[in-house]
């Protein structure tokens, strides 16, 4: 396995458990820094308070940390043809009995 994915496998172990709640999530801008052991990319997702959101991400291989580097608000129009792709983490649904009044 090379650097890369052997990074990218980490930061998914860091990323996923925290993202999850705000699924579906997509991830764009990656850039990998290899001199530095790290990954620093943006999620996109709809926030349940603020809306659409680009959030930076920088996640640090050395350390094993993931930063939250800040946000910007993301108009719907602008996440359209984001939505078209596959997501980084797709939306679990669940159809629980009585759970919408039905």
Do not use: C
Request: overall charge negative; glycine content about 4%; cysteine-free.
């Amino acid at each position: 396995m090379d650097l890369k994915q052997l990074l990218r496998n980490k930061r998914d172990a860091k990323a996923i458990p925290h993202l999850e709640q705000y699924a579906p999530v997509w991830i764009v801008d990656e850039v990998i820094l290899l001199e530095d052991e790290a990954i620093q990319f943006s999620a996109i997702f709809q926030h349940p308070q603020y809306g659409w959101v680009n959030r930076r991400y920088r996640y640090d291989g050395f350390n094993n940390v993931l930063y939250h580097k800040g946000q910007l608000a993301t108009s719907e129009a602008a996440v359209l043809d984001i939505q078209e792709q596959d997501p980084y983490i797709a939306a679990t649904i669940s159809n629980v009995p009585n759970a919408y009044g039905g």
